[in-house]
């Protein structure tokens, strides 16, 4: 994903750099890079101190996998090698939009249960009415068990049984109807939390690769890559999951 959007695209997009103490050409910064390209469905270009790659349907064990798309440039400052980097992540940009989608599923709901609210409110009345056509026909006197009237017990008295239908009846009052909005919001909730949880986490893993990487103890998913490829030949490991391309202007 290559949108670049000011400001907005800071919510998938990477840009930062990293020092190393260690003096080196860009060449040879981008041969100790180059295993982590060396992953299925990467394509990638090198020309002078630029280097730019494209990740298809990365692999789980891709430590690029997060950040599909980027370019890294290198220069030497003062004895020091700077490696700049400007990546971007469509994982990111997905895990951002899912809170949208679920507060959407949620408005939705909401608009729902107000056109389905004046039915139901209709249907309710009915059975208000309905219970209340009952409840004016004649009262039956309510018989004891001889048990009960043998040892003094008192008639129960109705109101206490109107008393509780009144409670549940204002247990009721509020409408809720029959779509809960509370799922889609809870689920935005969790995502948002993921999203920031990875805008934090993710950006600092990937340096944290790219130094190890520098410093030369980057170990590749492939055993079989022969970590002595030449930064000028075709970029493709022993398995040729990778494309080495030519780098576009």
């Known amino acids: 994903m290559r949108a670049r959007v000011p400001y907005i695209d800071r919510i998938w997009r990477v840009k930062s750099s990293l020092d190393l103490a260690e003096p080196l050409t860009a ?15 990467t394509e990638y270009a090198m020309r002078d101190d630029r280097l730019a790659y494209q990740k298809t349907n990365p692999g789980a064990q891709d430590k690029l996998a997060t950040f599909t798309a980027g370019e890294l440039s290198v220069a030497s400052e003062a004895g020091m090698t700077r490696l700049t980097y400007d990546v971007t ?5 997905l895990c951002f939009l899912a809170p949208l989608a679920f507060l959407a599923f949620g ?21 208000e009415k309905e219970e209340a056509e009952k ?25 206490d049984e109107e008393d509780k239908k009144e409670e549940e009846k204002g247990e009721e009052e509020e409408f809720e109807g029959n779509h809960s909005p509370t799922t889609a919001y809870v689920f935005a909730g969790i995502f948002f939390l ?35 490829t030449n930064v000028g030949s075709t970029g493709s490991s022993a398995s040729g999951t990778s494309t080495r391309l030519e780098f576009g202007n």
């Open 107 to 127: 408005q939705f709901a909401e608009v729902i249960n107000e056109l389905e609210k004046p039915g139901l409110i209709a249907e309710k009345e009915q059975k």
């Open 194 to 228: 993921i999203y920031l949880v990875g805008r934090v986490l993710e950006p600092y893993l990937l340096k944290r690769t790219f130094r190890a990487a520098l410093s030369g103890s980057f170990q590749p998913s492939d055993p079989d890559y022969d970590t002595g």
């Open 27 to 41: 060449s040879e910064a981008f041969e100790r890079l180059e295993p982590l390209l060396q992953e299925q469905g």
């Open 135 to 159: 409840d004016d026909e004649p009262d039956k006197d309510i018989e004891l068990h001889w048990i009960d009237q043998m040892l003094g017990a008192s008639t129960p008295d109705k109101s």
């Open 89 to 93: 992540s469509t994982a990111l940009f």
